[in-house]
Nanobody, 121 residues
């Protein structure tokens, strides 16, 4: 099995910064795309940013220029640096990883447990 453990959420004032981390562990052969999603109360989960194994990135329009996704393949970890935070960024942030395990041949998506980010105005 594969586990994703997130950290770094919290409460911050508008204009502030937070850095989220997500470490993957378990029966991992290779991790392809890694990404961050978020879900605000009463809304659907949405993509925030995704990064390929080779480092190509894609961002939601709402976070472009403010958030930066990065990864350390040696540590099986993905990061999300969030700057210039706004109250509308308040949500539970979830890490996702597309993984091929050591016991399988197919890629599956795994989720972390989520970390709360609250931005006060």
């Amino acid at each position: 099995q594969v586990q994703l453990v997130e950290s770094g959420g919290g409460l911050v004032q508008a204009g502030g910064s937070l850095r989220l981390s997500c470490a993957a562990s378990g029966n991992i052969f290779i991790i392809n795309d890694m990404g961050w999603y978020r879900q605000a109360p009463g809304k659907q989960r949405e993509l925030v940013a995704v990064i390929s194994r080779g480092g190509s990135t894609h961002y939601a329009d709402s976070v472009k220029g403010r958030f930066t996704i990065s990864r350390d393949n040696a540590k099986s970890t993905v990061y999300l640096q969030m700057n210039s935070l706004k109250p509308e960024d308040t949500a539970v942030y979830y890490c996702n990883a597309r993984v091929i395990t050591t016991t399988g041949i197919h890629e599956y998506g795994y989720w972390g447990q989520g970390t709360q980010v609250t931005v006060s105005s």
